[in-house]
T-cell receptor, first 114, second 110 residues
Framework: GAVVSQHPSRVICKSGTSVKIECRSL??????MFWYRQFPKKSLMLMAT?????????EQGVEKDKFLINHASLTLSTLTVTSAHPEDSSFYIC??????????FGSGTRLTVV | KNEVEQSPQNLTAQEGEFITINCSYS?????LHWLQQHPGGGIVSLFM???GKKKHGRLIATINIQEKHSSLHITASHPRDSAVYIC????????????FGTGTRLTIIP
């Protein structure tokens, strides 16, 4: 089946630094990639939708300058958390839509900002 | 009121029991997805349904489009089935966004 590889799985960074999270579709082309944030014991919250070769569409309340999304190819989308603060600590997960398999999710990235 | 609602929120059962998780939605959808999230956080897509019933191993998913209701059943439940189960509706129009239910935390006791 379809696989989305997400890295890193865990990252600890200092306040004020930037962190890049990568999602790669390994055996299919992901025209659209979704980025979610999940707080403890809560459901997934859509942050933005990225389309290959165009600007990402951000959900209301999500700062696009803080959460930079790049979808430069059909197999790679990245989320960069810029100038991270402790309140950015969360679980971030991507998913790609594929007609054959529905949605395939990455394994998630647990970000801790200290 | 959430557009996609699940019940129960938490469910604890003994190993071997038949499990049912329900999902109701108030919006038009093109498909209904059932997802499984394990404690580590990874999410696996279990089913994508637009009508009828699907079965995979011990898992069965059904959907009633007229009643806007779907159920996920687990037969002969096992402790490894312990996870959060999430239903999500895919929008009819637009950019393939999913609207998520709040999840059902299932714990199977040996």
């Amino acid at each position: 089946g379809a696989v989305v590889s997400q890295h890193p799985s865990r990252v600890i960074c200092k306040s004020g630094t930037s962190v890049k999270i990568e999602c790669r579709s390994l055996d299919f082309q992901a025209t659209t990639m979704f980025w979610y944030r999940q707080f403890p014991k809560k459901s997934l919250m859509l942050m933005a939708t990225s389309n290959e070769g165009s600007k990402a569409t951000y959900e209301q309340g999500v700062e696009k300058d803080k959460f930079l999304i790049n979808h430069a190819s059909l197999t790679l989308s990245t989320l960069t958390v810029t100038s991270a603060h402790p309140e950015d600590s969360s679980f971030y997960i991507c998913s790609a839509a594929d007609g054959a398999y529905g949605y395939t999710f990455g394994s998630g990235t647990r970000l801790t900002v200290v | 009121k959430n557009e996609v609602e699940q019940s129960p929120q938490n469910l604890t059962a003994q190993e071997g029991e038949f499990i049912t998780i329900n999902c109701s939605y108030s919006v038009g959808i093109s498909a209904l997805h059932w997802l499984q999230q394990h404690p580590g956080g990874g999410i696996v897509s279990l089913f994508m349904l637009s009508s009828g019933k699907k079965k995979h191993g011990r898992l069965i998913a059904t959907i009633n489009i007229q009643e806007k209701h779907s159920s996920l059943h687990i037969t002969a439940s096992h402790p490894r089935d312990s996870a959060v189960y999430i239903c999500a509706g895919r929008a009819i129009f637009g950019n393939e966004k999913l609207t998520f239910g709040t999840g059902t935390r299932l714990t199977i006791i040996p």
